[in-house]
């Protein structure tokens, strides 16, 4: 007799997992970004996380691809949601916005799916809008402490969040709509690749380089393994099985995860406004997956 029960809990486990894995990615700009600028940071990330999946899809025979157009869709997502978002989201912090408003702002992602599901004709029930709204209200709450600590907001902080916002939007879109199912680990791979070519020469204009230590070592180590082979795997299998409000509404779970480690990993304080909103994020989310049976 075959045990379907593990398959199945471990569908059930994967958007936790992947929250927990996604919210670490601003401790490791903690840890790594002051020893490095963030496009050699992530060239760096990319090329590794490529030899990565390439040598687990050699050892495991894992089939590529049939078709050039769908390496040709794998290779805009790619683009879109490894190059334009995490390029965007870290130049934009190096830049000197705060990371909070850059969360809220990434945050807005969620109702942008929604909206443009709308207009081009699909359903997005009375349930889910209330789920993403209260979601959303709950994310202000969890970022206002950082808010009011101020960023440094122009053009050039206020173009890269724009870009990370609309970047990880239309990828999530166009794999949804595009990319055919096909192996996670050969998908990432081809992904990865084209976000390496894209961010090299944006890359080779900074000025400074990486200083390697133990932090930009160790920063680096968990960007490839958790997030890029974990995370960037995850998010790619939850959208290919589920909608993509549901999906996208998981990340207003991100900042609050990220707060409750800042604080015990750094002892940033956690507000009752803070737990109110991570309650309020919680019963959103809630909503919006809900919303999609």
């Known amino acids: 007799m075959i045990d379907t029960a593990r398959p199945a809990g471990w569908l059930r486990a994967m958007p936790g997992v992947f929250v927990l894995i996604w919210s670490t990615g601003f401790i490791v700009a903690r840890y790594g970004m002051p020893y490095a600028p963030p496009l050699k940071f992530l060239v760096v990330r990319y090329a590794l996380s490529v030899i990565c999946f390439f040598v687990w899809v050699v050892l495991a025979r894992v089939a590529w691809p049939r078709n050039r157009v769908q390496w040709g869709h794998l290779a805009v997502t790619g683009v879109l949601m490894q190059a334009g978002y995490l390029g965007g989201v870290w130049a934009a912090v190096r830049a000197g916005m705060g990371s909070g408003l850059v969360a809220l702002l990434v945050g807005i992602q969620p109702v942008l799916t929604a909206v443009w599901l709308s207009l081009r004709g699909g359903v997005v029930t009375g349930r ?54 096909c192996d996670v680990r050969s998908a990432n791979a081809i992904q990865l690749g084209a976000a390496f070519i ?11 380089n990486i200083q390697w230590n133990l932090s930009s070592g160790g920063a680096m180590a968990w960007s490839v393994l958790a997030l890029s082979l974990g995370g960037s795997s995850l ?29 015990i990993l750094f002892a940033e304080p956690i507000t009752a406004m803070t737990l109110v909103g991570i309650a309020m994020t919680a019963v959103g989310v809630s909503l919006a997956v809900r919303g999609q049976r």
């Open 198 to 208: 894209v961010t090299l020469p944006f890359a080779a204009m900074e000025s400074e």
């Open 128 to 181: 889910q809008w209330l789920g993403l709204l209260l979601g959303f209200a709950g994310l202000v709450l969890v970022v206002w402490r950082k808010l009011e600590q101020g960023g440094e907001v122009s053009v050039l902080t206020m173009s890269l969040a724009i870009t990370a916002l609309l970047s990880i939007t239309a990828g999530t879109l166009y794999q949804k709509r595009f990319v055919a199912p």
């Open 235 to 263: 998010l790619y299998m939850l959208i290919q099985r589920g909608t993509a409000t549901a999906v996208t509404s998981l990340l207003y779970l991100v900042p609050p995860c990220t707060a409750v480690m800042a604080w």
